[in-house]
C-alpha cells in the first residue's frame, strides 16, 4: 500500500479514536459532576414559610466534660476544664424530622488526667445550666433576646462520688417542613452486632478513601441526601447556600496533609435506626474516626449511617 494512503488511514484512525476519546471523556465528565450538581442546586427545592423556626441548645457549663443528644442522636461531644464564656449555643434543627415529641438528654462524664485519661468520678464542681429555645431563623436569629424558652434545667450541687451522671427530658416541636432522615430506616439493633460493626468500618474507609483522594464527585454521592435534608432544616434558599458544601470541603481538603481512619467503637443511636464509629476515650472522644490532619489540629469527619430496608447498603444520613 502507498505510504501516503496509509498514513492517511492511520491519520483518519487517531482523529476518529481521538474524537471517540473525547466523547467518551466528555460523558465521564458530565457523568462526574452528577451528585455535585444536585447538591449546588439543593437551593431550589428548600422549602420557606411564613414562619421559619430554628431550634437551639444554649447552655453554660463549669469542669463538666458532656453529650447532648437530641431524639437519641449525639448532636455534640464538649470537653473542656474551666468556665465556658457565657452562654453558648448549638442548633440542632436536622435533629428533628418532623413537629411532636422530642427527646433531650444529657450525659456528663468526670475531667480528664494528665494522661488523658477519665477521672473516676464526675467533678463535685461541675456545673451546667441548659435551655432549648427556639426562634424565627431569619427575622430572630440576630435578636436572641426574642427566641421563645421551652424547657431549662438546671445541675444540682453534686454531693457524692458519681461515675457520670444522666438526665433526660421530653419537649414539643413544631416545625413546617417533614423529614425523611432515618425514620423508615431498619432497626440496626436487631443485626449482628460483629458483622454490624464491621459493614460500617468498611463504610468508613471507603467514604474515607474519598476524603484522601480529594474525591468530590464520590463524596457528593455519598452525602447528597444528607445535605439537601440539612438545607431544608436550616432553609438554606440561596445559590450561595448550595455552593458552599463543594468550596467549603474542597477547601479543607487543600489544606488536608493525610487522612487516617483511627480506631473506635461502634454506637448505635436513634433508638437503633443510626449507627457509626466513634473514637471511644480520651481527648478525641466521640469524634468521628475519620480524621484530617490539618498541621497544627486536626479535622474530624463524622458519619451517621442508617439502613434504608432490609439488605440495602448502609447510607449516610447525617
Known amino acids: 500500500m502507498n505510504k501516503y494512503i496509509l498514513k492517511i488511514i492511520t491519520a483518519v484512525a487517531v482523529l476518529i479514536t481521538l474524537n471517540s476519546c473525547g466523547q467518551n471523556t466528555k460523558k465521564q465528565n458530565t ?146 417542613y417533614e423529614l425523611e432522615g432515618w425514620s423508615n430506616g431498619v432497626d440496626l439493633s436487631k443485626e449482628d452486632p460483629k458483622e454490624l460493626e464491621q459493614e460500617v468500618l468498611e463504610r468508613m474507609n471507603e467514604i474515607a478513601s474519598f476524603y484522601r483522594d480529594k474525591d468530590i464527585e464520590g463524596l457528593a454521592r455519598e452525602h447528597h441526601i444528607r445535605v439537601k435534608e440539612f438545607d431544608q432544616a436550616y432553609y438554606f434558599n440561596t445559590k450561595e447556600n448550595s455552593a458552599s458544601w463543594e468550596s467549603e470541603i474542597t477547601e479543607a481538603l487543600n489544606e488536608s496533609k493525610s487522612i487516617e481512619v483511627l480506631s473506635g467503637e461502634m454506637k448505635l443511636m436513634a433508638n437503633g435506626k443510626l449507627v457509626t464509629i466513634l473514637v471511644s476515650d480520651g481527648a478525641f472522644k466521640n469524634k468521628s474516626i475519620i480524621r484530617s490532619d490539618v498541621g497544627q489540629y486536626y479535622d474530624f469527619y463524622p458519619q451517621y449511617f442508617y439502613r434504608p430496608s432490609k439488605g440495602a447498603k448502609l447510607q449516610v444520613i447525617r
Open 31 to 176: 457523568m462526574s459532576t452528577n451528585y455535585r450538581d444536585t447538591i449546588k442546586n439543593n437551593y431550589k427545592s428548600v422549602k420557606m414559610f411564613d414562619y421559619n423556626p430554628t431550634y437551639q441548645i444554649r447552655f453554660e457549663n463549669y469542669d463538666c466534660y458532656l453529650e447532648f443528644y437530641i431524639n437519641d442522636v449525639l448532636v455534640v461531644y464538649l470537653g473542656g476544664k474551666g468556665k465556658s464564656a457565657g452562654e453558648q449555643h448549638i442548633d440542632f434543627p436536622e435533629y428533628i424530622l418532623k413537629s411532636g415529641i422530642q427527646t433531650f438528654r444529657v450525659k456528663i462524664y468526670p475531667l480528664l488526667d494528665k494522661n488523658k485519661k477519665f477521672e473516676k468520678f464526675v467533678s463535685r464542681e461541675a456545673q451546667l445550666k441548659v435551655r432549648v429555645v427556639y426562634g424565627d431563623y431569619r427575622r430572630e436569629l440576630s435578636n436572641w433576646d426574642n427566641f421563645k424558652e421551652v424547657f431549662k434545667v438546671e445541675l444540682p450541687k453534686i454531693e457524692t462520688n458519681v461515675p457520670f451522671l444522666e438526665f433526660k427530658r421530653e419537649f414539643t416541636a413544631t416545625v413546617p
